[in-house]
Every structure is written in C-alpha cells, then in structure tokens.
C-alpha cells in the first residue's frame, strides 16, 4: 500500500475539456461544477474545438486531453482528475477516492474510475455510481484482494484484447494522475500518438502499465451526457 498524501480541496484539481456556446456543453458545466463545489474542488475548463467531420473527432478529442495533461503538468497541484464534462461522480466522492487511492502501490501513475464497460455503459440503466455492472464477464480480470480495483493492467494493452472487446478506457474519460509520474504519462501519451492517433480513450488504454490501475467497485462516476452527444 502507498503513504499517499491524503487528496483534498487543496491539493487536488478537475480539469474537463468543454465547448462554447453549446447548450449540452452548458448544462454538463453547471452540473459537474456544483457537484465538485460539494467538496470544494476546484473545476478547470479547456475549450476544444468543434469538428468539421467524422475523421476529426479522434484527433480533437486527443489534442484537447493533451492539453489537460500540459495543463496539470504546468501547476503545483499533487493530484489532477483529468475527465471529459459529463462524468457524473459518486455520492460520496473524495472519501472512497481516497480509500481506493489508500490501497494503490507508492509508484502508483493514475488510476481510472469508471470506464463504460463496467458501470454497463451500453445498458443505459446506471441511476447512482458505484456497482460494478460489466457488458462482458471480467471475472477472470486480475483484481486486488480488496476487491476495488483491477490490477496487471497492462495486459489489456496489447494488440490481442484490444482487438477482442472495447475496453477502451472511456465512456467517460475520467483519470486521477499523480505528479509524481506526470512525466511518465505524458511521454506515453505523446507516444501512442505518434504511432497511431485514435480516440483518448483508446490511447488511455494502449499506454497502461503496471503502475495503472482501473477502479473495480465501487466504480467513482458514470457518464451523465445531459440529454445526448457534443459529437455529432
């Protein structure tokens, strides 16, 4: 387990990438910033761009999560929450946050909370976040004894299971990054876009090691679009 300095209202930021003059785009700030004022955590808007076609989306998508990685890298915070604007946190947030966190290995880099895949994204039946409500069965995924998060990540990585299932890491993206390994992450961010630029979900799963981890349950958000896509 780690000696990790306890994440709160000081040390710890959300930065989300949103769009102007976009009423989905405002009602998904409104929300996430009352939420956050809960527990009194500051929220970080980076304005993307809107896409003028289908082969843009992955590109825009990527460009604008790097630049909330530059962003969090350019501060003197301990901790960033790094997610897109429709995530939709757990009732009790920071307090099973940092129980999770309190478990991770001293070099952990970030930590997923809730990729779509396991809250049942496709199901559409996900009211309050925290059950474990997987698509496919991931009995047979590594877990911690605790049972709150998977572990061995970066198996799911290779070419082999990312052809098998989308277990991509979205649906929403919604990071936790440590600072200490701000370095780490953005180096295999950059270079998982060098190779082939896709989605930052895709890209968040391709550059796993063992050092990351995905929440297992309780699963800390879910997708909470406000009415539909800022995609299309």
Request: a negative charge; glycine letters at 6%.
């Amino acid at each position: 387990m780690s000696s990790f300095e306890e994440i709160n209202d000081q040390n710890f930021i959300v930065i989300t990438t949103t769009l102007s003059h976009n009423f989905l785009a405002d009602r998904r700030r409104t929300n996430l910033i009352n939420e956050m004022k809960q527990v009194n955590v500051p929220v970080v808007f980076v304005y993307g761009k809107l896409r003028k076609g289908a082969d843009e989306i992955a590109p825009i998508l990527t460009t604008n999560t790097r630049k909330c990685i530059m962003f969090f890298k350019n501060t003197n915070y301990k901790y960033a929450f790094i997610c897109d604007d429709d995530f939709q946190p757990h009732k009790e947030f920071l307090q099973e946050l940092n129980k999770t966190l309190a478990m991770l290995p001293e070099n952990w880099r970030s930590l997923h909370l809730c990729p779509g895949y396991l809250w049942g994204r496709g199901f559409r039946r996900c009211k309050v976040a925290g059950k474990l409500d997987p698509e496919f069965d991931v009995s047979e995924y590594d877990k911690d004894e605790s049972g709150r998060f998977f572990i061995n990540c970066s198996k799911y990585a290779e070419n082999g299971d990312y052809a098998r299932v989308p277990n991509w890491l979205g649906g929403p993206v919604a990071v936790i990054v440590n600072r200490n390994s701000i370095d780490s992450f953005l180096e295999d961010f950059d270079r998982e876009c060098i190779k082939d630029v896709q989605s930052n979900d895709v890209m968040f799963k391709r550059m796993l090691n063992d050092n990351d981890f995905i929440c297992r349950e309780p699963l800390l958000g879910y997708e909470n679009e406000q009415g539909g896509t800022t995609l299309w």
